[in-house]
């Protein structure tokens, strides 16, 4: 196994270069994997490095579907996921929300549904898995502040959908399904509005 030092070498090469079969990271996350907001490209800059070494083996294997990713995850080793992995948690997050102009009313909807829930339509507060500020917890909730909204609202559909099948026990699946458009796209902005937090990178 390589030290932690090298493994951030080699993911920085894929990140910023490519390799056999992959294209740069950079060209959809940015230069120093802030994502991209108009087009819902998520950030990864600070998030959990084996929480993201799990999303690339998941599009890799189908258990979360996605046509654009899937190509380059199994184009990746496992050694390869990891060193990317720990290349972008290593990077701080950018200091700006994504989040563009959203009415008052929305944000407050949504930031009632990240902190207390709506136990009317069971559902629970997101803060409770994901973090008091959205910013992650060990590797199985991810860090969501200052994530694009677009992004978010995207996952949502997909564990709406069932093209996204690799939550814990199905949780993220059961609780998206209960949400309603209005709900979805008011939390997700309100997370969207949020500065970025680093993951705890520790399990």
């Given at each position: 196994?390589?030290?932690?030092?090298?493994?951030?070498?080699?993911?920085?090469?894929?990140?910023?270069?490519?390799?056999?079969?992959?294209?740069?990271?950079?060209?959809?996350?940015?230069?120093?994997?802030?994502?991209?907001?108009?087009?819902?490209?998520?950030?990864?800059?600070?998030?959990?490095?084996?929480?993201?070494?799990?999303?690339?083996?998941?599009?890799?294997?189908?258990?979360?579907?996605?046509?654009?990713?899937?190509?380059?995850?199994?184009?990746?080793?496992?050694?390869?996921?990891?060193?990317?992995?720990?290349?972008?948690?290593?990077?701080?997050?950018?200091?700006?929300?994504?989040?563009?102009?959203v009415d008052q009313k929305t944000l407050h909807r949504g930031e009632t549904l990240a902190q207390r829930g709506d136990w009317q339509?069971?559902?629970?507060?997101?803060?409770?898995?994901?973090?008091?500020?959205?910013?992650?917890?060990?590797?199985?909730?991810?860090?969501?502040?200052?994530?694009?909204?677009?992004?978010?609202?995207?996952?949502?559909?997909?564990?709406?959908?069932?093209?996204?099948?690799?939550?814990?026990?199905?949780?993220?699946?059961?609780?998206?399904?209960?949400?309603?458009?209005?709900?979805?796209?008011?939390?997700?902005?309100?997370?969207?509005?949020?500065?970025?937090?680093?993951?705890?990178?520790?399990?």
């Amino acid at each position: 196994m390589p030290t932690i030092g090298a493994a951030n070498e080699a993911g920085k090469k894929l990140a910023q270069q490519g390799g056999e079969g992959v294209q740069a990271c950079s060209s959809c996350h940015g230069a120093q994997g802030g994502g991209n907001a108009a087009a819902g490209w998520p950030r990864l800059a600070g998030l959990n490095a084996d929480y993201m070494a799990q999303q690339l083996t998941a599009m890799a294997n189908g258990t979360r579907s996605n046509p654009i990713m899937a190509p380059i995850a199994s184009a990746l080793s496992e050694q390869q996921r990891g060193d990317v992995a720990e290349y972008f948690a290593s990077l701080k997050p950018p200091t700006m929300a994504p989040g563009g102009e959203v009415d008052q009313k929305t944000l407050h909807r949504g930031e009632t549904l990240a902190q207390r829930g709506d136990w009317q339509q069971g559902i629970p507060a997101c803060t409770s898995c994901h973090g008091l500020q959205g910013q992650g917890v060990g590797v199985a909730f991810p860090s969501i502040a200052g994530q694009p909204a677009t992004y978010l609202q995207n996952q949502i559909k997909a564990w709406q959908s069932g093209s996204r099948h690799n939550d814990p026990n199905g949780l993220m699946a059961s609780v998206a399904k209960r949400l309603s458009d209005e709900d979805s796209q008011a939390v997700t902005a309100w997370f969207a509005s949020l500065p970025a937090q680093p993951s705890n990178n520790v399990q």
